[in-house]
């Protein structure tokens, strides 16, 4: 059974950073998409940024230059490393896996999701 568990979320000011994890279940690592997602209130949930097995990495235009995705496949775990967060930025994250050829950043790819961890950036 897939898990996937957040952690790192918080409230943080304008400017501010934040580092987001996700502890994978051990299997997970080997050949997975890895990606983290966010929804904000009263909107869709939308593709941040997607990381493959062997490194190869996509971003929302909206984070680039701002966000920077790694994962650790001995430790099974998926960071978000955000920096220079806005109030846009505002927004539960999710981490989702799955087995799929490409690691694009839609949604309905992705067949294992985590709980969330809510990310607060105010102005």
């Known amino acids: 059974q897939v898990q996937l568990v957040e952690s790192g979320g918080g409230s943080v000011q304008s400017g501010g950073s934040l580092r987001l994890s996700c502890a994978a279940s051990a299997y997970v690592s080997s050949g997975s998409c890895m990606g983290w997602f966010r929804q904000a209130p009263g909107k869709e949930r939308e593709g941040v940024a997607t990381?493959?097995?062997?490194?190869?990495?996509n971003y929302a235009d909206s984070v680039k230059d701002r966000f920077t995705i790694s994962r650790d496949n001995a430790k099974n775990t998926l960071y978000l490393q955000m920096n220079s967060l806005k109030p846009e930025d505002t927004a539960m994250y999710y981490c989702a896996a799955s087995w799929i050829w490409r690691c694009v950043l839609d949604v309905s790819e992705y067949a294992y999701w985590g709980q969330g961890t809510q990310v607060n950036v105010s102005s």
């Open positions: 990381i493959s097995h062997d490194g190869s990495i």
